[in-house]
């Protein structure tokens, strides 16, 4: 079978212009993307458990997709974010149908604590089993985990691991939750589901981390499966998306408006501040005017500090400084929860009450030290404090 790769541009990515041709193929912690140190880039079939073993060559199939639409002359327009293996390289056109490349299929699997995906208003202190599979549909320069964002199915180790596999592994890792992660996990859309419904039947809480690039009616359908979310939103211009991650701002932020107004996950926000690209004042102040006026003031949002990597290892870290000066600018904006993300120790990452100034959750690094929230308000002026606290 000849199979011809089609990069697709941004615009044509979410114009749905790129459809997918032929019988043959045709074709985001660093608060942003669920940060791993290299070491830790592929799972070991230890991590996955006992019973894991590598498959190479896998005995789980592909899954017929969701969300796209047949041509004519045998294409397919995938209308998860429109694309497929085109950019985000999991899913493809198989004899006029279109296939998830990642169902079952996963590279990362393994407990890790719940606020390493920059959710820190629900659960405070658990262990979520965290997964990933391959592929993403942006391409950020900084990305920590290109290894498995960027890869091709093919190109990652990976081991089969069902949906119902994956939510009986975080029971018996005693995690009360599943976070998809690392990579993009909305273009493992019929995985996504799967594990949500699994994890949901065992009583266990479902939480996305995500770059929000995805239309509005599969986000809808995504919006009901899960507990929480946490958007990338990775700079307040267009240039820095189109630039820095082959994207484009609008659709992130209909994204992360749509969330909040469907209102059934729980909703965080992360930006991480990369030096000389979307660090300057006005920027961060746009980004917080338009974060108040949209979300309004009690959504957590998090100035996470930029480490080099991949095609950006020439820079320096952020300067801790500038963090501290978009969290002033934030909170002088009015939102009531800003955060500091991957400066450990540093006290931004501390949930203090907006109305008595008390410290509630104090945490260092990963770690929470303290939780003084009790029943979801201050225990010192009973102020309510928003998020899922309780499991
Ligand atoms: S390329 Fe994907 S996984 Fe990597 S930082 Fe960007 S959105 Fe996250």
């Not at 660093?30 to 669920?34: P, S």
């Not at 820095?244 to 484009?248: L, T």
């Given at each position: 079978m000849v199979q011809a790769k089609v990069r697709l541009s941004r615009r044509h990515f979410l114009q749905g212009a790129a459809a997918l041709a032929g019988s043959t193929v045709a074709g985001s912690l660093?608060?942003?993307?669920?940060r791993m140190a290299g070491a830790e880039r592929l799972l070991t079939p230890t991590a996955l458990g006992p019973q894991a073993t590598p498959s190479p060559t896998p005995r789980v199939r592909p899954k017929e997709a969701k969300y796209y639409a047949q041509l004519a002359n045998g294409q397919v327009r995938c209308q998860i974010a429109a694309g497929a293996r085109g950019f985000c390289q999991t899913r493809e056109n198989q004899k006029g149908r279109l296939y998830s490349l990642v169902y079952g299929r996963l590279c990362i699997a393994r407990p890790v604590p719940i606020e390493k995906s920059a959710i820190f208003h629900m659960l405070p202190g658990t262990q979520s089993y965290s997964v990933a599979t391959a592929g993403c549909n942006l391409a950020c320069m900084y990305c920590q985990n290109y290894a498995v964002?960027?890869?091709?199915?093919?190109e990652v180790e990976a081991w089969d691991m069902l949906p119902e596999e994956v939510a009986a592994k975080a029971l018996q890792g005693r995690c009360p939750s599943i976070t998809l992660t690392y990579s993009e996990p909305t273009i493992a859309f019929e995985n996504l589901l799967e594990v949500a419904a699994a994890a949901r039947a065992r009583g266990l809480r479902i939480l996305v981390k995500t770059g929000g690039y995805i239309n509005g009616e599969p986000l809808k359908e995504l919006c009901g499966h899960i507990d929480a979310i946490n958007v990338d939103l990775k700079g307040f211009s267009d240039q820095f998306y189109q630039q820095?991650?082959?994207?484009?701002l609008r659709h992130v932020l209909e994204t992360i408006k749509a969330i909040k107004e469907d209102g059934r996950p729980w909703l965080e926000v992360a930006n991480l501040v990369v030096p000389g690209y979307n660090d300057n004042e006005p920027m961060i102040r746009a980004l917080c005017a338009w974060f108040k006026d949209n979300l309004g003031e009690e959504v957590p949002l998090f100035f996470s500090r930029f480490e080099p990597?991949?095609?950006?290892?020439?820079l320096p870290p952020t300067p801790i400084e500038t963090l501290e000066k978009a969290q002033q600018i934030a909170r002088a904006a009015g939102l009531r929860f800003v955060y500091v993300g991957n400066v450990p120790g540093h006290q931004g990452q501390n949930t203090y009450c907006p109305r008595c100034g008390k410290l509630l959750v104090e945490r260092v690094g990963f770690e929470v030290k303290q939780n003084r929230v009790a029943g979801g308000k201050c225990p010192y002026c009973g102020e309510a404090i928003v998020g899922r606290w309780q499991g």
């Open positions: 660093l608060a942003g993307c669920g964002a960027r890869a091709r199915p093919e820095v991650c082959q994207g484009e990597a991949y095609r950006l290892k020439g």
